[in-house]
């Protein structure tokens, strides 16, 4: 998701906690030094156990699927001889034995999430709920947040719409709107994660709505995973987006893309790039021209012409490529706009040059 929705500001990437139990998508395939006698001999019983070479080859494609790889991370995992990739599902096999039905005292597992979601907790404890939550769909492979799974999604896409509903809202229940924002983005993380919110009905239209610049943190990561879903989303996705877009517009009595120039006039430079890649993400991504100089131009009408000046002032490497990039693609709308009004020209003036003085005097 960072690769398709955002640039990374040097320096801005914090460093990771450690983590107390084992890490799951990194593992170690060398068996360290001190393992015990009891360790390695599980080791050597799933040795013994897994050795066909369609049993090795199958679970080989299920670890890197556990791990999110891409494929062009698997492509060189896949060149590996046989040895070595059984040797790296035996260190799998066993870490999931060890981190699944023999799981630390660390871990919770989607069932447990499930159940406190079920609950209708509110305040504190859905904000804890919440931070756990995200913390495990960061942490956890992908067949962990397979378990949490549609019903999971169901209930936290029903958190944010009763959240974001309420009139009088506390300030306990703007953070815990941003906790589920950030929840989605950790469980759409991966390919089912995506497939899973693309097929959800509200999800965009709850997204949409979270575009509020009242709350930059929470906006910023809103905009973000929209962003990435024209992106990387199918072929109708970007129409759902926009559809999502303007029923909340629609909602609140605003243009629809009111918010998105609003956000750009916020302080943060981080929630300013994020709705600049938006709006390229909206803006380039209809195959049709006259689709993109209509987008293109609302925007400008609801204030990002105006705007533009100040951002290209604002000493920024993200920024200033998000907004190379948005020139760039008016740049060449616009050469392409001309030579079709050319185009048409020379259509009409083509067929008189080609007459005869005296059928062209008739």
């Known amino acids: 998701m ?6 990374r500001i040097p320096g801005s990437r914090k460093e990771r906690p450690h983590l107390p139990h084992a890490k799951h998508g990194s593992t170690d395939w060398s068996t360290p030094s001190s393992t015990s006698s009891s360790t390695i001999s599980q080791l050597e019983e799933l040795s013994s156990k897994i ?8 679970l080989f494609e299920k670890m890197m699927e556990d791990m999110n790889l891409n494929e062009d991370k698997k492509v060189p995992l896949r060149h590996k001889d046989l040895t070595m990739k059984r040797e790296m599902v035996i260190q799998y096999v066993f870490t999931a034995s060890k981190t ?15 159940g406190e979601l079920k609950s209708g907790v509110m305040d504190e404890r859905l904000l804890a709920c919440l931070d756990s939550l995200r913390v495990s769909l960061t942490s956890n492979p992908v067949s962990w947040v397979q378990g949490f799974g549609h019903e999971g999604l169901g209930l936290l896409l029903d958190v944010l719409e009763r959240l974001l509903s309420r009139k009088q809202q506390e300030k306990m229940d703007r953070r815990n709107q941003h906790k589920v924002v950030q929840c989605l983005k950790a469980f759409m993380n991966n390919k089912y994660g995506l497939e899973r919110i693309l097929g959800e009905e509200k999800s965009l239209a709850l997204l949409a709505l979270a575009i509020e610049p009242s ?11 929209l962003s990435a879903i024209c992106i990387v989303g199918e072929e109708n996705t970007l129409e759902k987006v926009l559809e999502a877009i303007t029923a909340a517009g629609e909602k609140r009595a605003i243009e629809r893309f009111a918010p998105i ?4 006039r916020d302080r943060s430079v981080q929630l300013q790039v994020a709705c600049m890649q938006l709006i390229n993400a909206l803006v380039t991504s209809p195959d049709e021209l006259d689709f993109r100089l209509h987008l293109r131009n609302e925007f400008m009408r609801c204030g990002l012409k105006e705007i533009l000046p100040h951002l290209s002032s604002t000493r920024n490497e993200a920024l200033e490529i998000q907004l190379k990039v948005f020139e760039e693609n008016k740049e060449e709308d616009m050469m392409e706009f001309s030579h079709r009004l050319e185009d048409i020209r020379c259509e009409i003036t083509y067929p008189f040059l080609l007459l005869s003085p005296r059928r062209a005097v008739l």
């Open 51 to 58: 050795t066909s070479e369609k049993e090795i080859l199958a």
């Open 215 to 225: 709350q930059s943190a929470m906006m910023t990561d809103a905009v973000k995973l």
């Open 100 to 114: 699944g039905s023999l799981r630390s005292s660390h871990q919770i597992s989607p069932q447990e999430f499930l």
């Open 261 to 264: 120039v609003q956000g750009l």
């Open 2 to 7: 960072d690769r398709f929705a955002s640039i």
